[in-house]
């Protein structure tokens, strides 16, 4: 098991692991002589998940709100002069 961050790789332990994870190293394990890394659970990305949910929540309510112009633009049209 090793722990990577920049330019540092180190061999590390199991008991080791939470240490490294906390000092922000990632964890990979060494599998067909390449390096696998873990999928690790930080605050980083806890919110990085939760504010691509709140971009994909605006980005329908701004197609929302683009469809309701249209079809404003559209009824403005046909009215005469």
């Given at each position: 098991?090793?722990?990577?961050?920049?330019?540092?790789?180190?061999?590390?332990?199991?008991?080791?692991?939470?240490?490294?994870?906390?000092?922000?190293?990632?964890?990979?394990?060494?599998?067909?002589?390449?390096?696998?890394?873990?999928?690790?659970?930080?605050?980083e990305?806890?919110?990085?998940?939760?504010?691509?949910?709140?971009?994909?929540?605006?980005?329908?309510?701004?197609?929302?709100?683009?469809?309701?112009?249209?079809?404003?633009?559209?009824?403005?049209?046909?009215?005469?002069?």
């Amino acid at each position: 098991m090793y722990a990577v961050k920049a330019n540092r790789q180190y061999k590390i332990s199991e008991d080791e692991k939470q240490k490294y994870i906390d000092l922000g190293y990632k964890i990979a394990e060494l599998k067909d002589n390449k390096l696998v890394f873990e999928e690790v659970e930080t605050e980083e990305s806890k919110e990085i998940a939760e504010l691509k949910a709140k971009v994909k929540e605006l980005e329908k309510e701004l197609e929302e709100v683009k469809k309701v112009e249209e079809t404003d633009k559209k009824a403005k049209k046909g009215e005469g002069k």
